[in-house]
């Protein structure tokens, strides 16, 4: 299963919002999108999920272009969690994972003991079974967020595109659901604006800058003192540890070292691991 982006070009209200972008998911892997916000993420993502159609160039999904495939077969090898899910609110949260499940049914195709069981593990992956019954507009952010990523693993997709997955949730959740999307059988690609979570979890990464793609390759490769002062304009020091990872310590300004090392106690330091 692959997904391509040729050359691809967006405009919207008049003006150019992505150019020129190229890039192949490949198979199995976790592809990070960072830039700062308004670069491209979000529209790119809806361009790789065949939401919106480039102005030119195209998006080739096995090697056909997303646009000529029917959406119930792009939902059942690709699905999309897109920055702002909304789901209707009368429904349960396990509900909407439930529609996760939308592309297989059909007057043929039943719900069946199958589809519960898949629902069930998806329910359990994202840790929320035990609000399963819950009314979606009694839930708070982070559980709803989760309920997003669990109806699009309901879906059984083979390439899996998150828009911002951590948004709302605190820390224990953001890393859980980090590694569990790296853990799955899936290709992933997800924009991401914590640097040191991207080069944690990401096997690449692609940096997103004013519509266009300035860099792609392994977290250290991308992630340099010089890219992050002139992608997103913060001093920052990278360490490269033994493991082929790298944690990156920022500088607000007018500081000469960085917050971590200022030897006040408080130290807010989040330490990337091993990239694999
Ligand atoms: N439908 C639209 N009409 C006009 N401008 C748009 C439209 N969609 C996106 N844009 C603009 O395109 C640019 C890129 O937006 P996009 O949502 O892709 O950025 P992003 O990198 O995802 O940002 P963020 O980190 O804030 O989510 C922004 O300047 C945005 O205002
Ligand atoms: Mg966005």
């Not at 049914?105 to 992956?125: T, Y």
């Not at 989760?146 to 899996?160: E, M, S, T, V």
């Not at 990401?202 to 800058?209: E, G, N, S, T």
């Not at 992050?228 to 607000?252: K, L, N, P, T």
Request: a neutral charge; one cysteine or more; hydrophobic letters at 40%.
């Amino acid at each position: 299963m692959t997904l391509s982006a040729r050359n691809v070009s967006w405009t919207a209200g008049g003006a150019e919002i992505l150019r020129d972008v190229s890039l192949d998911v490949r198979t199995g892997e976790f592809l990070g999108i960072i830039g700062p916000n308004g670069s491209g993420k979000t529209s790119l993502m809806a361009l790789l999920a065949g939401i919106r159609k480039p102005k030119s160039g195209e998006v080739l999904l096995d090697g056909v272009p997303i646009t000529a495939l029917g959406r119930r077969e792009v939902s059942r090898r690709l699905a999309l969690v897109e920055q702002q899910a909304e789901t209707g609110e009368r429904i349960t949260a396990r509900q909407a994972v439930e529609l996760g499940r939308t592309p297989y049914l059909g007057p043929l195709s039943p719900w069946s003991p199958e589809d519960d069981a898949i629902v069930e593990a998806a329910l359990r992956n994202v840790d929320m079974t035990h609000l399963s019954g819950r009314l979606w507009h009694t839930l708070s952010g982070g559980e709803r967020q989760r309920l997003h990523i669990g109806r699009a693993l309901a879906q059984q997709p083979k390439i899996l595109l998150l828009d911002e997955p951590t948004n709302h949730l605190d820390i224990g959740h953001q890393i859980g659901l980090l590694d569990l999307v790296r853990r799955q059988d899936l290709t992933v690609a997800a924009a991401l604006h914590d640097l040191n979570h991207a080069a944690m979890f990401c096997d690449r990464l692609a940096v997103m800058q004013g519509g266009r793609l300035v860099a792609l390759g392994a977290p250290r490769e991308v992630l340099t003192t010089e890219r992050i002062r002139d992608v997103f304009g913060v001093e920052a020091e990278i360490d490269h540890e033994s493991d082929g990872g790298c944690f990156i310590r920022y500088r607000a300004a007018g500081q000469s070292r960085p917050a971590s090392r200022r030897g006040n106690g408080a130290r807010l330091e989040t330490v990337a691991g091993g990239v694999s």
